[in-house]
């Protein structure tokens, strides 16, 4: 039995049961299976001795997710209301009697607060990347038992409501899922970290890839992993911003580049956090808990910089005489002074690979006073497989190329499609009204169900920072066969791919084809031109515009070209 | 026997070399000057071997030029951009010439660079790029000859290394040999602001040439980064009343006039540096594009190229433009302008504070003694408002507009120091 076989056929169920950790019975998901995976087979290997694993890991089963929704019904819910009214829905209604009092003694056996997380029969699926599309709850486990157990329960109503957010409903149908297929098991952790005054949080929250399908340059080899690191909560580095991405052969390239200005531009600045005093979520600025960081750091050196007047100095530079210094964590030191981190991550990732027979994604904490990493979850990442070899036809004439890229580049080729959405840099950034230009895509998205199109617009897109990019949610361009990012650098809008977000997991799922293109860059062709000549229909927001035609996209890997052409006009 | 002219294949220098034909002919210039001056003094090609993180070897291109160095050392910046070649170097030497000319300070024209891509290095190979780099134009550079300085991609970490690469190979410290430090190492106070605050004194000194008083005139800012905040502080500090300011978030308008103090504290602690969220009693949210589009009496387009283009110019009500950013006004905007009888201060008078702020730093270092920002400010002042008259009095004299009287009166400075020192090496 091969490795990906003994992975697939693996029963985690004795695992929980064994331990007294199983709550209801049924499945205990994806993620359940792979830190149950995980753990067995870290045993048996001294790596072991080098990394944690939570001490406790509850599983609330599928059937308990199976009988709330006989007895509730929220799948019909959902086909009518919203994702907050069933939410709202859901939280009203009580968890059977014997799951309450289980949740008792998960409340009294765990006195620290608690993480909750989804684990869902889909997510076991190694063809399906479901990242992101389900909720983690915080639990801080204060007040008295009975408002402890009412806190976990809620935890628990939300993950299950999570099932029925839009976001993995789009998932499921893109996918041909049918309705009710999708089961959810809760796992229940403690929550890996320390208590630092009133707030409780992991020094760093790591994200790990054991290969980096997207690459930032050609210096960088698909097998060689890429992890990313925040301070606090992982909360932080999920979504497309501020966290610190690190190539684990080559820890000193940075997506962003090495311009002071540009690294303390994307760096994070504030951080997630338990507030122990009101069990609270709650996000505080570095500039504001500066000194809570100081003292309750020892190496807080390693991952905080001062920036400013475009310099950057370590953290116990005299700034006084700079014009407004401002602290970020850049992390920049964190290779140097944590090795450990970065060779563990290496390794980690590698015997994984290899035990499951798959690429490998993981989340992890790290402390480095105590130099502790603990895993606290692990998947195998879907299969993706790349075409071959791809010869970008040589005859295209000019006034044909729509797009052409020189870097990011993954082998593909996608033709015939029929449709292009377009959104326009100019009107886009001097419209001001950014979300209503990605309701307007969305919309095109809905309409264009069941056809692949292309996506062409300015910057990165499904940026929180609308000024980056247009702030589109992953199911308002579900639809789309090829993903093009447009760099404006004269508008400061650059394309960035930061591998380890949900958002990008899921164009490798999904086989979205990404090619970014710099405006004005040597072998880069952003035509205005083509883009102005040829009829177009505007969409809800006059930035957003649909091309109908016929267009082939050739991606190029080994040579590192993408090219985007009008096919209609050839014949 | 007629003057030879050059021409390139590289459009920067191409346009470089045809403006400066175009002006000398206008300005009736010598031929044998013109034959001088459409020369570099000296280009330096280098090559940089530089060892990988992963112990591979690369070799990049690296390049240095002196177009002139008539006034005194050859003064400009050092780019790190994949697409630095000779022929790009030479054309940004030229225009070095010129703005130094103008903008009164003893120095000539220079440029260089290193033909990579930062953003696929890491800070350690950077510094040995720098570090190579340096020691290879370390013949050609010094603070009495040629004195670069940051440009696209470099900083303040560079010219360190630079500086330091240089001090250790000649056994002494040479810290005037590159400007743009960081101010704890030998950099200078002031450099933040300086050409914001060169920016809003030409505005001024425009309305005072005009007789419009400063106090209550109206000013509209494109643009809230450096140049844009420092312009803003000084215009209101003067009296003024700054409407409209901007950035990549919006246009945020009042008409009793902005709290310029606190944007700038508000830009101080966003993260992104942005105007996003600001707000105050009386402020309207604006489109981007309207910002240039406001009823007041100065406009000062502090951010993009092109900002004002033969599609918006018609629409522009400001009576005066002040251009803070490289290149604003298209010429099709300036045409359109100039129908309109809109006063443009051009680019290369209104943006010199930053040159000015080099050779600030630059004459500290050779003193070893550091000017308060105080004494920094009031001697940027006084050259700028010099800088102003020479144009505006050449431009009134010759009956020109200023943006031609700019560029006329910086050859014609440099012409005197050539006629001046004889045609000799």
């Known amino acids: ?571 | 026997m007629a003057v030879v002219k050059r021409t390139s294949d590289n459009v920067l220098l191409d346009t470089a070399l045809k403006n400066f034909y175009a002006a000398a002919e206008e300005m009736g210039l010598d031929d044998g000057l013109v034959e001088i001056l459409s020369r570099s003094e000296r280009k330096t090609c280098v090559s940089i071997p530089v060892e990988m993180d992963d112990g591979t070897i690369k070799v990049f291109d690296g390049f240095r030029v002196a177009h002139s160095t008539a006034v005194g050392p050859a003064k400009g910046g050092v780019r790190f951009h994949p697409e630095v070649c000779l022929d790009e170097c030479e054309a940004l030497a030229f225009m070095m010439t010129w703005k130094c000319s103008l903008a009164g300070i003893p120095y000539g024209g220079g440029k260089g660079g290193v033909c990579c891509n930062p953003l696929e290095m890491s800070v350690k190979e950077k510094e040995r790029v720098c570090r190579t780099f340096a020691a290879r134009i370390e013949p050609v550079v010094g603070a009495w000859t040629d004195i670069p300085a940051p440009d696209v991609n470099t900083g303040g970490p560079e010219m360190v290394w630079f500086m330091d690469t240089i001090s250790r190979m000649r056994g002494r410290l040479e810290p005037a040999i590159f400007t743009g430090k960081p101010i704890p190492l030998w950099g200078s106070k002031g450099r933040t602001a300086a050409t914001g605050l060169g920016v809003a004194t030409c505005a001024i000194e425009l309305l005072n040439a005009l007789s419009v008083p400063v106090k209550g005139a109206t000013v509209a800012i494109q643009g809230f980064g450096n140049v844009g905040t420092y312009a803003a502080l000084t215009m209101v500090d003067a009296g003024a009343k700054v409407v409209a300011i901007s950035d990549i978030t919006g246009t945020y308008y009042c008409k009793d006039g902005l709290d310029i103090k606190k944007a700038f504290e508000h830009i101080n602690n966003h993260p992104k540096k942005f105007l996003e969220g600001f707000d105050q009693a009386g402020l309207e949210k604006k489109a981007l594009g309207d910002l240039v589009l406001v009823d007041c009496d100065v406009l000062l387009p502090c951010a993009l190229e092109g900002a004002i283009n033969g599609k918006n110019a018609d629409g522009v009500k400001a009576k005066y433009i002040v251009e803070g950013a490289n290149g604003p006004v298209t010429p099709e905007g300036d045409a359109v302008l100039d129908a309109k009888g809109i006063l443009v201060v051009p680019d290369f008078l209104a943006n010199s504070g930053g040159v000015i702020g080099s050779y600030f730093e630059w004459c500290q270092d050779l003193g070893g003694f550091f000017w308060s920002q105080e004494e920094y400010n009031e001697r940027l002042l006084r050259i700028m408002k010099d800088n102003f008259k020479t144009v505006w009095d050449y431009s009134q004299k010759n009956n020109v507009k200023m943006r031609r009287a700019a560029f006329m009166a910086a050859i014609q400075r440099v012409a005197d120091a050539v006629k001046m020192r004889g045609v000799f090496l």
């Open chain 1, 1 to 571: 039995m091969d490795h990906k076989e003994a992975y697939r056929s693996y029963d985690p169920l004795p695992y929980f049961r064994e331990r007294g950790w199983l709550i209801g019975g049924g499945s205990v998901g994806g993620k359940g299976k792979g830190l149950a995976f995980a753990h067995e087979i870290l045993m048996q290997d001294e790596l072991s001795s080098e990394i944690g694993l939570p001490e406790v890991t509850f599983v609330v089963g599928t059937d308990v997710f199976d009988d709330f929704e006989s007895e509730h019904g929220v799948l019909g819910l959902s086909s009518v209301f919203g994702f907050h009214e069933v939410e709202k829905q859901v939280l009203s209604k009580p968890l059977p009697e014997p799951i309450m009092a289980e949740l008792e003694r998960v409340v009294t056996a765990l006195p620290g607060p608690l993480a909750v997380r989804s684990s869902s029969l889909l997510e076991d699926d190694i063809e399906l990347s479901f990242a992101g599309k389900y909720a983690t709850f915080f639990v801080a486990n204060i007040g008295d038992l009975s408002k402890r157990v009412s806190d976990l329960a809620d935890g628990v109503k939300k993950v299950f409501a999570s099932t029925y957010n839009s976001a993995a409903k789009e998932y499921r149908k893109k996918h041909s899922i049918p309705k009710g297929r999708e089961k959810m098991a809760v796992l229940i952790q403690p929550l890996q970290g320390k208590k630092r005054g009133d707030l409780f949080y992991p020094e760093i929250a790591v994200t790990a890839f054991s290969c980096v399908f997207r690459r930032p340059s050609p210096r960088i080899d698909k097998n060689d992993g890429v992890m990313r690191v925040c301070f606090g909560m992982g909360t932080h580095s999920v979504g497309r911003s501020f966290a610190r991405t690190l190539y684990l052969t080559n820890p000193g390239l940075r997506p962003e580049g090495t311009n002071p200005e540009q690294v303390y531009l994307y760096s994070q600045k504030d951080f997630d956090c338990l507030d122990l005093t009101t069990g609270e979520l709650v996000t505080k600025t570095l500039v504001s808990s500066l000194d809570h960081v100081r003292t309750n750091h020892r190496n807080a050196q390693a991952f905080v910089e001062w920036y400013g007047d475009g310099m950057m100095y370590w953290l116990n530079s005299d700034v006084s005489g700079l014009t407004s210094p401002m602290p970020c964590f850049s992390f920049t030191d964190l290779p140097k002074r944590c090795r450990a981190l970065l060779d563990r991550t290496r390794r980690m990732l590698s015997f994984f690979q290899g035990a499951m027979g798959f690429p490998v994604d993981m989340e992890a904490v790290y402390d480095s006073e105590d130099d502790r990493l603990t895993l606290v979850q692990i998947r195998p990442l879907a299969s993706y497989v790349e075409f071959g070899k791809v010869e970008i036809p040589e005859d295209i004439p000019k006034d044909r190329e729509i797009l052409r890229g020189d870097r990011m580049v993954t082998s593909h080729i996608l033709k015939g499609i029929k449709w292009m959405v377009y959104v326009d840099p100019e009107v886009y950034s001097e419209s001001g009204d950014f979300s209503e230009v990605a309701r307007a895509v969305g919309e095109i998205n809905g309409r264009l169900e069941g056809e692949r199109y292309i996506l062409v617009g300015p910057g990165r897109w499904g940026s929180t920072n609308p000024s980056l990019g247009v702030p589109v949610d992953y199911s308002e361009i579900s639809n789309c066969g090829c993903m093009v990012e447009v760099g404006i650098p004269k508008r400061g809008m650059i394309p960035e791919l930061s591998y380890g977000t949900h958002f990008f997991l899921d164009l490798d799922l999904d086989d979205i084809l990404y090619l970014p293109v710099i405006d004005g860059e040597h072998e880069n062709v952003f035509s205005r031109e083509w883009l102005e000549r040829n009829p177009f229909t505007c969409g809800d927001h006059d930035a957003v515009r649909l091309y109908s035609g016929l267009f082939d996209v050739y991606l190029d890997g080994e040579k590192e070209i993408g090219v985007v052409f009008d096919v209609a006009q050839r014949d």
